[in-house]
């Protein structure tokens, strides 16, 4: 046999080979083929989580909330339809019988159930549910604390327009609670609440500019918000003006404008205030000088331990007649905290 015949003789066993080989493999890839055809119409290859129209599975609904059966006996009349109201799904209802049981209002009090409902409304989306687990997360009750979760509520409220929780955010942000410091964040929720008339927000955001921390200093806008906020009863902002017109900073001096917010700070039992205005009496700064009523708010301010109005007070007595010392210590023991008006 020659080299030729040889190779054409492998040849052909070569092809017999493949031959055999394709009458087996073929019948196979077209079996295959077949069942990836009907197993795409019949929907039974979609992927895992999904039903055979392409949707995902509606959700599995949350448990219903319930109370236990010796609570729901004790509930009044009106209890027990803000009770049907939150069976039903109403947030608003859910958020009262939460908020029942975390005060222990007309049943006894239980702050992990309680927790659950608030949770319960905050998902559905109440907003003031929202805020009210935020003040739960952040300070522990009925849950275990959790600031960056708290943050997480509040923002929810906050974006829905919650002033309350604006204000937490900015405090959050402030203080670097469950988040890291960020002063313009923070100056970015101040002024949020403080233009929807929060005074704590206004105060805050008279203090960011004064100082300039997150804003650009100003000093008119510092003692705009720091107006806006005493307006409203804010004692700390009231101080904070009685000592910029006191001293001048960044306005005019002016002895009776600071006469007027230390007053105002004075009766609320602001002891630092206190002291000013009892120095004010005692110097006479923009009111006639009356050592009865310096005594009576510096002695006041010392029963708080403001160590300077102490030392004034070595100045004021030996003035003071037996007489004038008497009245003086009647006006102090007369006097009763002022809270401002809502």
């Given at each position: 046999?020659?080299?030729?015949d040889?190779?054409?003789?492998?040849?052909?066993?070569a092809?017999?080979?493949?031959?055999?080989?394709?009458?087996?493999?073929l019948?196979?890839?077209?079996?295959?083929?077949?069942?990836?055809?009907?197993?795409?119409?019949?929907?039974?290859?979609?992927?895992?989580?999904?039903?055979?129209?392409?949707?995902?599975?509606?959700?599995?609904?949350?448990?219903?909330?319930?109370?236990?059966?010796?609570?729901?006996?004790?509930?009044?009349?009106?209890?027990?339809?803000?009770?049907?109201?939150?069976?039903?799904?109403?947030?608003?209802?859910?958020?009262?019988?939460?908020?029942?049981?975390?005060?222990?209002?007309?049943f006894?009090?239980?702050?992990?159930?309680?927790?659950?409902?608030?949770?319960?409304?905050?998902?559905?989306?109440?907003?003031?549910?929202?805020y009210?687990l935020?003040?739960?997360?952040?300070?522990?009750?009925?849950v275990?604390?959790n600031?960056?979760?708290?943050?997480?509520?509040?923002?929810?409220?906050?974006?829905?327009?919650?002033?309350?929780?604006?204000?937490?955010?900015?405090?959050?942000?402030e203080?670097?609670?469950?988040?890291?410091?960020?002063?313009?964040?923070?100056?970015?929720?101040?002024?949020?609440?403080?233009?929807?008339?929060?005074?704590?927000a206004?105060?805050?955001?008279?203090m960011?500019?004064?100082?300039?921390?997150g804003?650009?200093?100003?000093?008119?806008?510092?003692?705009k918000?720091?107006?806006?906020?005493?307006?409203?009863?804010?004692?700390?902002?009231?101080?904070n003006?009685g000592?910029?017109y006191y001293?001048?900073?960044?306005?005019?001096?002016?002895?009776?404008?600071?006469?007027?917010?230390?007053?105002?700070?004075?009766?609320?039992?602001?002891?630092?205030?206190?002291?000013?205005?009892?120095?004010?009496?005692?110097?006479?700064?923009?009111?006639?000088?009356?050592?009865?009523?310096a005594?009576?708010?510096?002695?006041?301010?010392?029963?708080?331990?403001?160590?300077?109005?102490t030392?004034?007070?070595?100045?004021?007595?030996?003035?003071?007649?037996?007489?004038?010392?008497?009245?003086?210590?009647?006006?102090v023991?007369?006097?009763t905290?002022?809270?401002?008006?809502?």
């Open positions: 046999m020659t080299a030729t040889y190779f054409r003789a492998m040849t052909r066993r092809h017999r080979l493949l031959f055999a080989a394709a009458r087996i493999v019948p196979v890839l077209l079996l295959a083929l077949l069942a990836a055809c009907s197993d795409k119409k019949s929907g039974t290859n979609q992927p895992a989580g999904q039903s055979a129209d392409g949707k995902k599975p509606a959700a599995k609904p949350p448990e219903p909330l319930q109370l236990p059966a010796e609570t729901l006996a004790d509930l009044t009349e009106a209890s027990k339809k803000v009770y049907d109201a939150a069976v039903k799904g109403n947030a608003e209802a859910i958020l009262k019988i939460g908020k029942m049981l975390l005060d222990g209002e007309e006894n009090s239980d702050p992990e159930l309680g927790a659950k409902w608030i949770r319960r409304a905050a998902e559905s989306g109440d907003l003031y549910a929202q009210e935020g003040e739960m997360l952040r300070n522990g009750n009925g275990e604390a600031d960056a979760e708290a943050n997480t509520w509040y923002r929810k409220a906050a974006e829905q327009g919650s002033v309350e929780a604006q204000l937490a955010l900015g405090l959050a942000y203080a670097g609670l469950g988040t890291k410091e960020d002063y313009v964040e923070s100056a970015k929720w101040y002024t949020k609440a403080a233009e929807k008339g929060n005074p704590e206004q105060f805050n955001l008279g960011m500019y004064r100082e300039g921390v804003v650009k200093q100003s000093h008119p806008e510092a003692i918000w720091f107006q806006f906020a005493g307006e409203k009863g804010n004692v700390n902002a009231q101080y003006l000592e910029i001293r001048g900073n960044g306005v005019k001096q002016n002895y009776a404008e600071a006469l007027k917010w230390f007053t105002a700070a004075s009766k609320q039992g602001f002891p630092l205030a206190q002291s000013s205005l009892g120095q004010m009496y005692r110097t006479g700064d923009g009111v006639t000088p009356d050592l009865v009523e005594y009576k708010w510096l002695q006041l301010a010392a029963n708080q331990r403001v160590k300077h109005a030392k004034v007070m070595d100045l004021v007595t030996p003035q003071l007649t037996p007489e004038q010392l008497a009245e003086a210590q009647r006006r023991s007369e006097f905290p002022v809270k401002p008006a809502p």
